[in-house]
């Protein structure tokens, strides 16, 4: 496989196939670090996960910026919702907003559950996505009122608790990572993580009524945005299979 060398990975050891595999591995799927590091030594590439993280930590906002900016447009219907986290032991609110189709607009991780941190919520999503939603759907919490009244006067609100399964049900990815985590250390880790994580999920996102064919050209879309914006080429499958190696790291 060729060894490609893009500005990006300058100054790095590793090719940037391996690097982007790496990343790839611990931002799309629910695996601890050290579980990322025996999956690369399993290919014959001896790296840390130490390295690993530091490696998260360089590229993965990169990568979330230009999955962003490669999706389709968000739909105008927002669902938002709130689910309590352990960040160093403490009580925080993981505050998540997606669309009609279940795609993730942003996060935001914060101490309180109250009108000023849903404000908040409300001015990065409005910012982040330059309109106004057509209509938002939340709980019954009196917050969200109170936020959209200031933020979105013109928005229609409909609080209903069966409505807005679709923004519930998207916590249940970060609950699992959390668990493999065994917590967040802090709440700028748990806010950096997941935001690149969620984007890894948008872009991978599979409909579980499409079919078979319908999933497969989806998949080979997200691959095809995947490679685009990492600059590499993608390893190709029969190079994945247990015991295959990546190139030699470059001194």
Known sequence: MKNTRHPRYARHRFPAEVISYAVWLYFRFPLSLRMVEEMLAARGIAVSHETVWQWALKFGQSFAKQIRRRLPAPGDEWHLDGVVISVAGQKHWLWRAVDQHGAVLDILVQSRRNAKAAKRLLRTLLKKQGIAP???????????????????????????????????????????????????????????????????????????????ADRRRARARAFQVWTEMIGVVIVARSSLKPGSAFPSPTT
């Open 134 to 212: 057509r209509i938002m759907i939340t709980a019954k919490l009196a917050s969200y009122a109170a936020a959209k009244q200031e933020v979105m006067p013109g928005v229609e609100h409909r609080q209903h608790e069966g409505l807005n399964n679709r923004a519930e049900n998207s916590h249940q990815p970060t609950g699992r990572r959390e668990r493999i985590m065994k917590r967040f250390k802090s709440a700028g880790q748990a806010q950096r993580f997941l935001s690149v994580h969620d984007q890894a999920e948008n872009l991978f996102r599979r409909s579980t009524h499409s079919k078979a």
